[in-house]
């Protein structure tokens, strides 16, 4: 049995820099930070709300004041305006991906969606997949991580973008999409409709990670998992109200991937000290740390796991668990060469 958490006793600060980490909840959209921005911006052109770098922050960040799920969705409009050709694509991938391999972290998932970087230059989706495969894949191997792609159709763009999205990511081979995730406002668009486009995916022996339960109820956890089959959940912290739903994650080996600070700017929960992962893992509710969105939420994985220990107590036992758990999780095609690769480093 992993002691979990020492919640009452203060925790020494102690960087998690040199903690090899596994991140299995990013997005490419939110990992684009502001002073990427600002070169891209320089060397190819495309807006910006503003052009010096603190001046730019509360646009693309948020500030220390700012809450909300809305809020924090509001920040993604600016990006879309920049990618005005191939290379300021290949230059946000090869920056997010050094970014992770600095922030010591061994096996990274980096999910994007095609049509966010094909919107300003209306360039063709299959174009944009095979630029990003090929930078993040250059960059990775330079850098010594091992970079996964997903998917991520969402909700908020309707259906036909999404359909026609997930055929282009199925047409293409298999290492461009290992996996497919649903984003965007779960509140006001349902996951309903894009039930076929999950099943499109299942049956090509693809993983699945849909956001739900981050804001929204957790009959939105139980419809991902029940419904849709899905593996993993991003967030899924409103299942920590159910003991029935954290019963049927547990048999079901489904994994939430956790990301503190993100569910504090969306207001998912008040504050770090009050968010369930802990209780969650002591039901035995598979759970790993994720940034979500570090440029938006100006945060790395390696102070989520400060965050994990400051302030939740998290024990050094269960970091390792956390990672453990991630690994069997991880979408990526060959589980025993990954287990062998970076399996050791969580023994
Ligand atoms: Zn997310």
Redesign the pocket.
Same mark, same amino acid.
């Given at each position: 049995m992993i002691d979990i958490s020492h919640r009452d006793t203060v925790q020494p600060f102690t960087s998690m820099k040199h903690f090899p980490k596994i991140d299995l @909840?990013r @997005?490419l959209e939110g990992s684009v930070e502001p002073e990427t921005l600002l070169t891209i911006a320089s060397k190819w052109g495309g807006k910006l709300p503003a052009y010096e770098l603190e001046a730019l922050r509360p646009h693309i960040q948020m500030t220390p004041e700012q809450r909300g799920f809305t809020v924090f969705l509001s920040k993604f409009s600016v990006f879309r305006g920049l990618y005005t050709c191939r290379e300021a694509i290949e230059y946000a991938v090869c920056c997010a991906v050094q970014a992770a391999a600095a922030d010591n972290v061994k096996y990274l998932e980096l999910?994007y969606s095609p049509s966010h970087f094909a919107a300003q230059g209306r360039f063709c989706e299959r174009d944009v997949a095979h630029w990003i495969h090929v930078a993040m894949q250059r960059t990775a191997l330079s850098c010594g991580i091992i970079v996964v792609p997903l998917l991520t159709i969402s909700r908020d763009y309707g259906f036909e973008l999404a359909s026609s999205t997930v055929d282009m990511a199925l047409s293409m081979p298999d290492d461009y999409f290992m996996g497919l %995730?649903i984003?965007g406002n779960e509140l006001e668009n349902p996951a309903d409709p894009f039930a076929v486009l999950f099943e499109k995916f299942r049956a090509r022996g693809r993983g699945l990670s849909i #956001?739900a339960g981050e804001v929204s109820s957790h009959a939105h956890v139980r419809q991902a998992v029940v419904q849709f089959g899905a593996r993993r959940i991003? #967030?899924g912290i409103s299942a920590a109200k159910d003991p029935n739903l954290m019963c049927l994650l547990r048999d079901r080996d489904v994994l939430l991937e956790i990301?503190l600070t993100?569910n504090v700017h969306t207001e998912a929960v008040p504050c770090i000290r009050e968010h369930p992962v802990c209780d969650l893992a002591r039901n035995g509710v598979a759970c790993c740390l994720n940034t %979500? %969105?570090p440029a938006i939420s100006a945060i790395t994985l390696s102070h989520e796991y400060e965050l994990a220990v400051a302030e939740l107590g998290c024990s050094e036992a269960f970091l390792h668990e956390m990672n453990r758990v991630a690994l069997r999780h991880a979408f990526h095609p060959d589980q025993a060469w990954l287990q062998k690769k970076i399996g050791h480093y969580w023994q």
């Open positions: @909840h @997005h999910r %995730d984003a #956001h991003g #967030h990301c993100s %979500d %969105d």
